[in-house]
T-cell receptor
Framework: NAGVMQNPRHLVRRRGQEARLRCSPM?????VYWYRQLPEEGLKFMVY????????ESGMPKERFSAEFPKEGPSILRIQQVVRGDSAAYFC???????????????FGPGTRLLVL | DAKTTQPTSMDCAEGRAANLPCNHS???????VYWYRQIHSQGPQYIIH???NNETNEMASLIITEDRKSSTLILPHATLRDTAVYYC??????????????FGKGTKLSVKP
């Protein structure tokens, strides 16, 4: 059973460019969460999505950031017009939605390290 | 979500048990205790969780006090690969809208040869 997959693992962008981070949840998981970890800091929640729905985006910056989880394909975290302060590790997690399994146990991917030059 | 308090760092000798404490004195009746760890820049790894009974799996044991105000994660035979930051997180299993985990600073466990 493959785990949560994220790509790319490393991404370098110049200021003003767009960054697209992809997350494929574990098989059978329909919930996806994005977290950001700034250098030397803890993980901070950004957004929680189910298929085709944003459930909680309370941790997302108001501008330049967006997320989607389409019916088909991976979840995408999109950062427009990146700035140096966006340099961080971005982690995706997924969880199942099954009454027989603790619903909120989240399993994390390896992360995408974004560097903005 | 209830807040947790963990020591900033701990050392453990290789092969010995590592006991990582966590205080969660304001925990509510429907809130679980979760433990994750993060090994040097990797994604957080789920370890174990529990509500009020002690739990054990292939990775660790979780001991929750009877009043549920604190817990201890036990790694029975620590290895060098267990060196990581360990996070104790308290949250409810609502299912649905309460998605996010709130990570504190955790305990940096250093396993030494």
């Amino acid at each position: 059973n493959a785990g949560v997959m994220q790509n790319p693992r490393h991404l370098v962008r110049r200021r003003g460019q767009e960054a697209r981070l992809r997350c494929s949840p574990m098989k059978g998981h329909s919930h996806v969460y994005w977290y950001r970890q700034l250098p030397e800091e803890g993980l901070k929640f950004m957004v929680y999505l189910q298929k085709e729905n944003i459930i909680d985006e309370s941790g997302m910056p108001k501008e330049r950031f967006s997320a989607e989880f389409p019916k088909e394909g991976p979840s995408i975290l999109r950062i427009q017009q990146v700035v140096r302060g966006d340099s961080a590790a971005y982690f995706c997690a997924s969880s199942p939605y099954d009454t027989g399994i603790p619903q909120e146990t989240q399993y994390f991917g390896p992360g995408t390290r974004l560097l903005v030059l | 979500d209830a807040k947790t308090t963990q020591p900033t760092s701990m050392d453990c000798a290789e092969g010995r048990a590592a006991n990582l404490p966590c205080n969660h004195s304001t925990i509510s009746g429907n809130e679980y205790v979760y433990w994750y760890r993060q090994i040097h820049s990797q994604g957080p790894q789920y370890i174990i969780h529990g509500l009020k009974n002690n739990e054990t799996n292939e990775m660790a044991s979780l001991i929750i006090t009877e009043d549920r105000k604190s817990s201890t994660l036990i790694l029975p035979h620590a290895t060098l690969r267990d060196t990581a930051v360990y996070y104790c997180i308290v949250r409810a299993d609502y299912g649905g809208s309460q998605g996010n985990l709130i990570f504190g600073k955790g305990t940096k466990l250093s396993v030494k040869p």
